[in-house]
């Protein structure tokens, strides 16, 4: 079957009643908990993920689907009302969004927010749909050499990307994927890292490092900073557009998501870069140049736009190449790994119509999404009343639940909460979390390769860069390295140039 006869196959499973309701629940939950204060779209599918764990797998995706789509609308509502984004893809949609809501325009502000999102979300599936088995084809002419120069480049980059600095990063990597090798050797049956811990003989649960680390680590760290509600800015009127402003956003849309989809489909895009560049080219473009820092509704549109196209092309490499390149998507990745599924270039022919159906299933949600928020703008809102100290509360035992649900041991109580410290402490040191988390999965999969790769070469490390395309793949891993600091450097010394001009 071609691509469009296999997604309308996957559109024949979405639909049924029983998969369009967790579609339904998913958004739902998902807009619920990504709006509240200071939680992502990361934590939102971290602190969700243990509500999946008796459902099918097809259902279960369908569900994360909904969830991913909805924490990533819930971050911009978060953003526009109350000044604080959920991640740092959010910020640009407070620096206009925020201004409208104070002017009384927060109905219009959150109104762009959604239907920028689903026109950005819808044409960025649809690439999704085209671009990932085009890279599925690449991927498999690779082999262990080539295989574990891509975990190269998804660790620097990511590390890269994720971290105030690359030293950072490669911290918080290094120390997930220490907390990866925990368990038993598959080669040689000796126990790594155990401490004498039967329970741990089988590793760690991933789920129970991301709930660890994002949802008590980011509790204790706002508990710990005595954080009290922001003034919430109230709505005065029904979510929707005026023609004018209908007239404003629909070039914003477009241009954004031209930004944000292919930004978001290289290893190391993410959502930050097309969202900055988007608020930057509405700004040169824009026929109200000074409403821009007032309220200028194309500085709430195109990022809004950017940032929900790159959050569909963040699936491309995690769905053709197994590489996450987001927080959000690492943790993704570990509710596939939960089941059993391992996303990768065999994924398509191992599970074409789990794949297919999962695809399907966001065009449905991100149209779901539209459907529910809209009208439902005014019930978010008073959920951005919680208190800061009863909504972290209520995570940590909801997370404690969902982890004793897990493997219904104490032992994963006590490790959960030592990984909610030691996320607490990384906090504290600006160390970022999200490439923990990748280190923590890819970590595994990538000594796997390295062995293999030696096996095959008799143990000659020079069969690492005997392939072409593996000597590319470490290139752009320097390069991932290198460039950001000499870009910034030569940022900084036109600056200078120009003050002394």
């Known amino acids: 079957m071609g691509g469009l006869e296999e997604l309308l196959a996957g559109f024949a499973a979405a639909i049924t009643p029983v998969n369009l309701l967790w579609a339904l629940v998913g958004v739902t939950l998902g807009t619920a908990v990504g709006v509240l204060p200071g939680i992502g779209p990361a934590l939102t599918v971290a602190l969700l993920l243990p509500l999946t764990f008796d459902l099918d797998i097809t259902s279960a995706l369908i569900m994360f ?294 695809i399907a299933s966001l065009y449905i949600g991100n149209a779901m999404l539209l459907l529910l928020n809209l009208p439902l703008a005014g019930v978010w809102v008073r959920l951005l009343q919680i208190p800061p100290y009863y909504l972290y509360a209520g995570i940590a035992v909801f997370a404690a639940l969902g982890t004793y649900a897990v493997g219904g041991s104490t032992v994963d109580l006590f490790v959960l909460y030592a990984v909610g410290a030691l996320g607490f402490l990384l906090r504290a040191a600006d160390v970022p979390v999200a490439p923990a988390v990748v280190g923590l999965i890819l970590g595994p999969l990538a000594e796997e390769q390295l062995r293999r790769s030696l096996a095959i070469s008799q143990g000659d490390p020079a069969a690492l860069v005997s392939s072409p395309l593996a000597v590319v793949l470490y290139v752009i891993a320097v390069a991932a390295v290198v460039l950001p600091p000499l870009l910034r450097i030569a940022a900084l010394r036109r600056a200078a140039r120009g003050r002394r001009g």
């Open 65 to 358: 689907a909904g969830i991913y789509y909805g924490g990533m609308y819930g971050g911009s509502t978060t953003s526009i009302l109350l000044n604080t984004p959920g991640e740092s893809a959010s910020i640009i949609s407070a620096l206009e969004g925020n201004k409208m809501a104070r002017s009384g325009r927060g109905a219009a502000a959150l109104a762009t927010a959604a239907l920028g999102s689903f026109v950005a979300g819808t044409i960025a599936t649809a690439g999704l749909t085209f671009v990932a088995p085009f890279m599925v084809d690449i991927a498999l002419s690779f082999g262990p050499a080539e295989y574990f120069a891509l975990m190269v480049v998804a660790f620097t980059t990511v590390s890269a990307v994720l971290g105030a600095s690359v030293l950072r990063g490669l911290i918080g990597l290094v120390l997930g994927v220490a907390i990866g090798l925990v368990g038993i050797d598959v080669q040689t049956g000796q126990a790594r890292l155990t401490l004498g811990v039967p329970q741990l003989l089988d590793g760690i649960d991933v789920v129970i490092v991301v709930v660890g680390l994002f949802a008590i680590g980011e509790a204790l760290s706002v508990l710990a900073s005595g954080e009290r509600r922001s003034t919430v800015t109230p709505l005065r009127e029904r979510a929707w557009l005026s023609r004018g402003d209908f007239r404003r956003s629909w070039p914003a849309w477009l241009r954004g998501t031209a930004l944000g989809f292919p930004i978001g489909v290289l290893p190391a895009g993410g959502a930050e870069i097309p969202t900055f560049l988007s608020y930057s080219a509405e700004r040169r473009l824009t026929k109200h140049p000074e409403q821009f820092g007032h309220g200028a509704i194309e500085g709430v549109a195109g990022p809004e736009a950017a940032n929900n196209a790159a959050a569909a092309g963040v699936l491309v490499p995690l769905l053709a190449l197994g590489l996450p390149t987001s927080a959000t998507a690492a943790v993704i990745l570990a509710a596939f790994q939960n089941y059993g599924v391992q996303p990768g270039p065999t994924l398509f022919s191992s599970d074409d119509a789990l794949v297919w159906t999962l």
